[in-house]
């Protein structure tokens, strides 16, 4: 790999890259995405605005980071990643200096669909695609470590922020964030190889059929049956996910269950997400990716199900709990995992951008559809039913592009 000279050769080693990579997704995680809606109810009450008018800023930026996603993985794939992910953070930094003045809806909306073009350019996808150009056939290992990391985001990110709320306020809490970016941002152009650095082959690239040599890796990608399996299989992903996300506390609440079990149930889910991730390092020799994905798409529909059935009993909840983290955290591997083998190895960051524009488009829309749903049918049980249909559904793909990919 080329470096910068022996004083900066340190910074171009693969785990460094990959430590520091890391350590900006922890932050940039706990901070930019988990802390949202610790800084609904003091907005609320300071401004007026109601919640589902600011959860309509948050719906706008994952749309809008959906939509970006297929342009940022194709200049990390040409080795703009530094230029990419350092931007993002910087810009980042600025949005939430200036979400701290905030006055207006509109500037609200317009601040978060900037953060949402953040997200796309800083988070896990274009990550995972500068981790591949880095470790090449070894890109499996160093994706777990990152998303091991990861998944410490918001165990780090929501108790720290809900700390500044509540010491200084929330517009000082956001200038501390800003501040924290930043440094994600420094790190960012110090770590991340520019184009200078050639990538490290994943496998021998598969060769070209006739009359094919010249197309893109997108458009071949688009012609292979399996990245429409997993397209199904993590857009209906995103979109549960999503609605789980936003409305499992008023889901419990309407049962009745105590506040103090809703919040342990809650703060459960995190660490089951880490929990799944080390388990899985322990065991990657042991599994494949196909077995892997059998896994998550047999415990997501269970726990979806189980849910349903109406229980309110603490330990019932931390079966569910348990069940949902582990999967939810495995499936984020996963999707690293997928596009390589599935698909094959070129232009993996385009086409992982293509299969994250529509998860994160149904991630926008799953606490919509949701709210929509609990009002035509008065309840959160049909919803649970219809989000288990859907992880079916998504099940269905997954199996169908292993078993085309195959095949191929």
């Known amino acids: 790999m080329a470096t910068d000279g022996a004083g900066g050769a340190w910074r171009k080693r693969p785990s460094t890259i990959l430590w520091m990579l890391s350590l900006g997704q922890l932050v940039t995680w706990g901070i930019v995405y988990y802390t949202f809606p610790l800084f609904v109810v003091p907005m609320t009450e300071e401004l007026g605005w109601s919640r589902s008018a600011m959860f309509g800023a948050l719906s706008a930026g994952l749309l809008t980071a959906g939509l970006c996603s297929i342009a940022v993985g194709a200049w990390i794939d040409r080795g703009h990643g530094r230029l990419l992910m350092t931007g993002g953070s910087l810009l980042a930094a600025l949005l939430l200096f200036l979400w701290s003045r905030v006055e207006s809806l509109p500037v609200f909306y317009a601040l978060w669909i900037g953060l949402g073009a953040c997200q796309a350019v800083t988070l896990y996808e274009p990550a995972f695609a500068v981790i591949t150009r880095v470790y090449g056939p070894r890109y499996k290992q160093a994706i777990l470590l990152m998303t091991f990391l990861g998944g410490l985001a918001s165990t780090f990110g929501i108790p720290f922020t809900q700390f500044l709320v509540e010491r200084i306020g929330w517009r000082p809490a956001l200038d501390v964030l800003a501040v924290i970016v930043l440094g994600v941002a420094l790190m960012h152009w110090l770590f991340v190889p520019g184009p200078e650095v050639e990538a490290v082959p994943i496998a021998a690239a598969r060769p070209p059929a006739d009359g094919v040599a010249t197309r893109s890796p997108l458009a071949m990608a688009i012609r292979v049956p399996a990245f429409w399996g997993l397209v199904v299989a993590f857009a209906g992903y995103g979109l549960a996910f999503s609605a789980m996300s936003f409305h499992l506390i ?139 249909f859907i992880m079916l559904v998504a099940a269905i793909g997954f199996a169908a592009a292993a078993f085309l990919s195959k095949r191929a």
């Open 250 to 388: 008023p889901l419990l609440d309407d049962r009745g269950v105590p506040t103090g079990v809703v919040m342990a149930i809650i703060a459960l889910i995190g660490p089951m997400q880490v929990v799944g991730r080390v388990l899985l390092m322990v065991g990657q020799r042991h599994i494949t990716t196909i077995q892997l994905g059998a896994l998550i798409y047999f415990a997501f529909p269970l726990a979806m199900a189980f849910l349903a059935t109406g229980i309110t009993d603490v330990y019932p909840l931390i079966l569910f709990a348990v069940v949902y983290g582990v999967a939810n955290g495995l499936v984020t591997i996963l999707r690293g995992m997928a596009v390589p083998e599935f698909i094959g190895p070129e232009g993996y960051g385009v086409v992982s951008g293509a299969l994250t524009m529509p998860t994160n488009v149904m991630r926008a829309a799953g606490p919509v559809l949701a709210s929509l749903a609990w009002g035509a049918f008065g309840g959160y049980t049909p919803v649970l039913w219809g989000l288990a």
